[in-house]
């Protein structure tokens, strides 16, 4: 599931033009996450009228299937709202976490969904799938759309000679950036935290993860953005360095993951 987590407050008055779309807010009203069905998906997401990310595209592509955010029909619309409280098995600060959130299933042609959900602190959604048989998935696409002003807390991965991008002991040290200095050559693993020039903060992470490649994030062509990216199925292996030595990827497929056909991703 991908999530997104508000860390402080800010207010600031936008507009956005009325166009067809889908509209789930928090239980406190303050957090709206604006769906588009668009020929390509497109979401928003705002706090207390503060535009956070601008509408940026989303969607899965199949193997020989039809797309999930691409030319989107909607089909049905679900709405829940949810009070419930988890109890911690080891816990930490709070034995008792309070779950309370509104959701929202969007069910396209297809057989395939979007669950959105919206917290009091943030936003998460997830597609679904209810196809016969295994997919195999060949792109995701995520775009993360940002307001003017935005700075970063960006843990680049350092580049191994030899080795791809995506290859970290996920050790890297979070460098205090603006957005817009992120190239589209730079890759950084989640959670990555962004904070507007208002004060808002963001923290992008993904949580779930079975059976599906890591999400990460890298510079967008659009100025001032991110987007996520994700690391091809390993196809050859081999062991590398000299006095440690690990097994890295030497090799991808061209597609992302092949799994169930019902499921929810990732």
């Known amino acids: 599931m991908r999530i997104i987590i508000l860390i402080s407050l800010a207010l600031v008055q936008f507009s956005q033009a009325l166009i067809a779309q889908e509209i789930l807010k928090s239980p406190d009203n303050k957090i709206i996450f604006t769906l588009y069905p668009e020929d390509t998906l497109k979401y928003s997401l705002s706090r207390s009228g503060e535009m956070l990310i601008t509408p940026s595209h989303v969607f899965m592509e199949f193997q020989g299937k039809k797309a999930v955010g ?30 309370v959130y509104n959701e929202m299933i969007i069910g396209f042609s297809g057989n395939t969904s979007i669950i959105i959900r919206c917290y ?114 390993p196809n050859q292996e081999k062991v590398a360095g000299e006095t440690y030595k690990q097994t890295v990827v030497s090799s991808r497929e061209t597609y992302l993951a092949k799994t169930a056909g019902k499921r929810l991703f990732p």
Do not use: C
């Open 70 to 99: 691409i030319r989107p029909v909607i089909k049905s619309v679900k709405r829940h709202s949810i009070a419930d409280t988890i109890v911690s098995s080891v816990p930490s600060k709070r034995k008792l976490i309070p779950d």
């Open 120 to 233: 009091n602190d943030g936003a998460a959604f997830r597609f679904g799938s209810t196809m016969r048989d295994s997919v195999v998935i060949t792109k995701e696409h995520l775009g993360i759309g940002l307001s003017s002003g935005f700075k970063s807390w960006f843990p680049a991965i350092q580049p191994h000679e030899g080795l791809d991008r995506f290859h970290t002991s996920f050790e890297e040290n979070y460098k205090h950036i603006p957005v817009g200095e992120i190239t589209s050559v730079e890759t950084a693993f989640v959670p990555v935290l962004l904070h507007s020039a208002s004060g808002t903060a963001l923290a992008i992470t993904e949580s779930d993860v079975q059976d599906y490649p890591g999400m990460f994030i890298t510079g967008s062509e659009s100025a001032g953005s991110l987007q996520a990216i994700f690391p091809p199925y």
